[in-house]
T-cell receptor
Framework: GQNIDQPTEMTATEGAIVQINCTYQTSGFNGLFWYQQHAGEAPTFLSYNVLDGLEEKGRFSSFLSRSKGYSYLLLKELQMKDSASYLCAVMDSNYQLIWGAGTKLIIKP | EAQVTQNPRYLITVTGKKLTVTCSQNMNHEYMSWYRQDPGLGLRQIYYSMNVEVTDKGDVPEGYKVSRKEKRNFPLILESPSPNQTSLYFC??????????????FGQGTRLTVV
């Protein structure tokens, strides 16, 4: 079966750095997405990786290793507004998105 | 403004009473889908549509119907709702899949309670 694993919850301190990991086993691979979802709101797009390596976008970076079935989202200079759930999703060989359950990130002052 | 609009935002209904959740996008996207989100389970796809008059089942289609008569609209129909369909529902749209970075745009969500 297809599976996306990410930690259920993480806690970090304002101003610090946090890394949220995602491992996947899917039927084929056509890219990996990270989305941010604040409580009760819609998910919003953060990043897309299809080749191995690091993609940087401001305070957020996303890394992909296709051979290891592994990605991480790195958030720097954490702000209170970064408190949210972070969803990892993989597009499989049929171009369908397979979603992880999400990682709830709690930021403490 | 590019957006996906779904209505209603909140709905409480009784078992067996047919309901429709509407979804409309203004980005001329070909691909639209419906998800339900339950605690600890993440987003699960109910139905998707790759174009007008083309719809397919997702992972959890039982108890739901959809239609795609126009490109912009993709309503979700619950013919006979049951309590296990109590959930948070999201409609999403994107450019045609297979085109690389096909970012999905989500509606605001519909929180449905079936009693």
């Amino acid at each position: 079966g297809q599976n996306i694993d990410q930690p259920t919850e993480m806690t970090a301190t304002e101003g610090a750095i946090v890394q949220i990991n995602c491992t996947y086993q899917t039927s084929g691979f056509n890219g990996l997405f990270w989305y941010q979802q604040h409580a009760g709101e819609a998910p919003t797009f953060l990043s897309y990786n299809v080749l191995d390596g690091l993609e940087e976008k401001g305070r957020f970076s996303s890394f992909l290793s296709r051979s290891k079935g592994y990605s991480y989202l790195l958030l720097k200079e954490l702000q209170m507004k970064d408190s949210a759930s972070y969803l990892c999703a993989v597009m499989d060989s049929n171009y369908q998105l397979i979603w992880g359950a999400g990682t709830k990130l709690i930021i403490k002052p | 403004e590019a957006q996906v609009t779904q209505n209603p935002r909140y709905l409480i209904t009784v078992t067996g009473k047919k309901l429709t959740v509407t979804c409309s996008q203004n980005m001329n996207h070909e691909y639209m889908s419906w998800y339900r989100q339950d605690p600890g389970l993440g987003l699960r796809q109910i139905y998707y549509s790759m174009n007008v008059e083309v719809t397919d089942k997702g992972d959890v289609p039982e108890g739901y119907k959809v239609s795609r008569k126009e490109k912009r609209n993709f309503p979700l129909i619950l013919e006979s709702p049951s309590p296990n369909q109590t959930s948070l529902y999201f409609c999403a749209s994107s450019e045609m899949v297979g085109a690389g970075n096909t970012e999905a745009f989500f509606g605001q969500g519909t929180r449905l309670t079936v009693v």
